[in-house]
T-cell receptor, first 116, second 116 residues
């Protein structure tokens, strides 16, 4: 079975400061990892993914995420937060093991608030 | 940029009534999905659909639920007899399958269902 945990319901950060949104996962095989963002009254928008290769993945809007296999983590980061980054962030995982279910399993979401 | 379109954006219905939620996936996508998000809870997988049949479904997707692709563009979710606990935001998504299965899902803005 695949699962993902986002331990923080809420993250507050001052504008211009670095931000981190945490995610840990559990799968049987190699993980396929994703971050999505949800703005009010909008659908989930894809930010970035890790499939294989370089552990540091760069995505949209200056976000990046680091895959850490030993810690089974995939934390989302941005060096300098903007007020417009305030939104709900979801981590998602799919097990890359052959024969595993194709659907994504989502975390519970983390509300990021960037304070001006 | 291509979008997944969902209608209605909000539907209020009485318990026991049938509801149909509609989705227009991105035109060259081949996999279609329904997810739901009960207020304050996780985004949960319901069903995936490929080649005109259900490919995977969760335990949530019981006999009260059905999906259909009635023509070349629409993908619908029907709830036969709604219950109070069906109140949620329902998200449609679509993707182009790749050999690795590491496909990015594109989500619609969601349909909010309120069952009274």
């Amino acid at each position: 079975a695949q699962s993902v945990a986002q331990p923080e319901d809420q993250v507050n950060v001052a504008e211009g400061n670095p931000l981190t949104v945490k995610c840990t996962y559990s799968v049987s095989g190699n993980p396929y990892l994703f971050w999505y963002v949800q703005y009010p009254n909008r659908g989930l928008q894809f930010l970035l993914k890790y499939i294989t290769g370089d552990n540091l993945v760069k995505g949209s809007y200056g976000f990046e995420a680091e895959f850490n296999k030993s810690q089974t983590s995939f934390h989302l980061k941005k060096p300098s937060a903007l007020v417009s980054d305030s939104a709900l962030y979801f981590c998602a995982v799919r097990d890359g093991l052959r024969g595993s279910a194709r659907q994504l399993t989502f975390g519970s979401g983390t509300q990021l608030t960037v304070l001006p | 940029e291509p979008e997944v379109t969902q209608t209605p954006s909000h539907q209020v219905t009485q318990m026991g009534q049938e509801v149909i939620l509609r989705c227009v996936p991105i035109s060259n996508h081949l996999y279609f999905y329904w997810y739901r998000q009960i207020l304050g809870q996780k985004v949960e997988f319901l069903v995936s659909f490929y080649n005109n049949e259900i490919s995977e479904k969760s335990e949530i997707f019981d006999d009260q639920f059905s999906v259909e692709r009635p023509d070349g563009s629409n993908f619908t979710l029907k709830i036969r007899s709604t219950k109070l606990e069906d109140s949620a935001m329902y998200f449609c998504a679509s993707s182009v399958p790749r050999d690795s299965g590491a496909n990015v899902l594109t989500f619609g803005a969601g349909s909010r269902l309120t069952v009274l």
